[in-house]
T-cell receptor, first 112, second 114 residues
């Protein structure tokens, strides 16, 4: 199974950029890298995803290493509302269909 | 508004009783998923369905059952065979099961079995 490794927790000051790393050394050539975030007692929220090239959207940027064995989610200016658990996920092709494998994620704390 | 609804938000049951958790989506998505989350842990896949009348077991399907008779509905039954049913249950959907499609999650149902 494709797996991801993330730090358990990180801290950032408000209004500063945050770089959340993820290692996925067993990624296969067609696996997309997805990021979701989850607030306490809520369902996860989609943040961004990509395949090979760096991606930007209104929430964040995703930087993917050239060998695709790691990626970094970039929040350009952290706000208190960005405090959440961030999950880096790979699609896993099993038995002819796709599943999403969630790890334990990175708990981001934003300091005012 | 398009989205996923799960009901109820909180559910309490006695041990030995089966309980069914509701999940409905109006996003016209083909694929739907059920996850379980324990305190401080990530999500684990219980069942998923790529299309109506079809579903597959995920990583922790024992003690659970599902049906997918309608595109918009994917109910999960927690049976008395599930040894530790107390958990936060999350339903999700995606346009298709391919990796390029993001998942949309419902608000979750917190099940407590005593």
């Amino acid at each position: 199974d494709a797996k991801t490794t993330q730090p358990n927790s990180m801290e950032s000051n408000e209004e500063e950029p945050v770089h959340l790393p993820c290692n996925h050394s067993t990624i296969s050539g067609t696996d997309y890298i997805h990021w979701y975030r989850q607030l306490p007692s809520q369902g996860p929220e989609y943040v961004i995803h990509g395949l090979t090239s760096n991606v930007n959207n209104r929430m964040a940027s995703l930087a993917i290493a050239e060998d695709r064995k790691s990626s970094t989610l970039i929040l350009h200016r952290a706000t208190l509302r960005d405090a959440a658990v961030y999950y880096c996920i790979l699609r896993d092709w099993t038995s002819g269909t796709y599943k999403y494998i969630f790890g334990t994620g990175t708990r981001l704390k934003v300091l005012a | 508004d398009g989205g996923i609804t799960q009901s109820p938000k909180y559910l309490f049951r006695k041990e030995g009783q089966n309980v069914t958790l509701s999940c409905e989506q109006n996003l016209n998505h083909d694929a739907m998923y059920w996850y379980r989350q324990d305190p401080g842990q990530g999500l684990r896949l219980i069942y998923y369905s790529q299309i109506v009348n079809d579903f597959q077991k995920g990583d922790i399907a024992e003690g659970y059952s599902v049906s997918r008779e309608k595109k918009e509905s994917f109910p999960l039954t927690v049976t008395s065979a599930q040894k530790n049913p107390t958990a936060f249950y999350l339903c999700a959907s995606s346009l298709s099961s391919g990796g390029m499609y993001e998942q949309y999650f419902g608000p979750g149902t917190r099940l407590t079995v005593t």
